[in-house]
């Protein structure tokens, strides 16, 4: 009887240390290993033996990204309060064995990390935003976090961590700021808008100032070309008249009429035309003989000065 009860307590505690002797280890996670209090070695995920009562699992290091989100205050140059709020993305470094050394014995706790992480990001924002007017930090967002990842990533690199992200997901000022900013942007916007209005009404105005100019020429070049193709018509028709009473007056001289006639004919279709186009209109015609012979040699002086000017002019 006792010999059975000796080989029973012998079994359990062969199977608690067989069972001790394996440790199972998730993905993405890293396990430490320490043999009386000093880092003997790491065991990566999946299915490890260890030495049972002897080999010791120190800590288990998750590898995968984490985030915290923050929240903080910083002042600018001219003395504005700045407010923060950011989502920091951070992970261990890489799986060898000197960064999970780090990871593992670096700081005593996760807690003291975060408290040391926050603070180094808190830090490197306070001084950029120190240097920077209130007017500025808003169009420097990408610049505050490549200034944060350039300043973190050595020091990170010696905890065994590496930045991934900084997102800055909110900036604001003191509530008179915010204000003053937008009466800035509103008298901003207004004088833009005024300054497009002005701009397309001078637009307007010059190109109808332009088509105004263009009418004009056009309608003076259209002028000047019908007055000249007046005068022409003009010319043209005192030279045919010209013409014909030249012939007219050489037939009757060849055939001994007196060339009187001619101005009889040309004075009596005058008061004809006169007659059906007046409207009561008085003129005076001298209808004798000598001063039709007179106004006779006028017209026929002036019709060959005509003709000579024509002449020339071809």
Known sequence: MTASIAFIIFVFIV?????????????????????????????????????PLIE????????????????????????????????????????????????????VDERNLMQALIRTVEGSIRAFVATKRQSEVLILRRDIVEHVKEQLDQVLETWGYHLQDLQLNDITFDDVIMKSMSQVVASNNLKAAAENEGQALLITKTKAAEAEGNAIKISAEAERQASQLRGQGVALFREEVAKGMSVAAKEMQQANMDTSVILFTMWTESIKHFAENSQGN?????????????????????????VDQVKKQK
């Open 15 to 51: 199977l608690i240390v067989l069972s001790s002797s394996f440790v199972t280890v998730k993905q993405g996670t890293i396990a430490v290993v320490t043999v009386f209090g000093k880092y003997r070695r790491i065991l990566t995920p999946g299915l490890n033996f260890k030495l």
């Open 56 to 107: 010791n699992i120190y800590s288990k290091i998750s590898i995968q990204n984490r985030s915290v989100e923050l929240e903080f205050q910083a002042v600018t140059y001219d003395q504005a309060n700045v407010y923060f709020k950011a989502m920091l993305l951070y992970s261990v470094l890489d799986q060898q064995e000197e960064t999970i050394k780090n990871v593992a014995f670096k700081f």
């Open 282 to 306: 008085v003129i005076f015609l001298d209808g004798s003989a000598e001063s039709m012979q007179k106004t006779m040699k006028e017209m026929m002086s002036l019709n060959l000065l005509q």
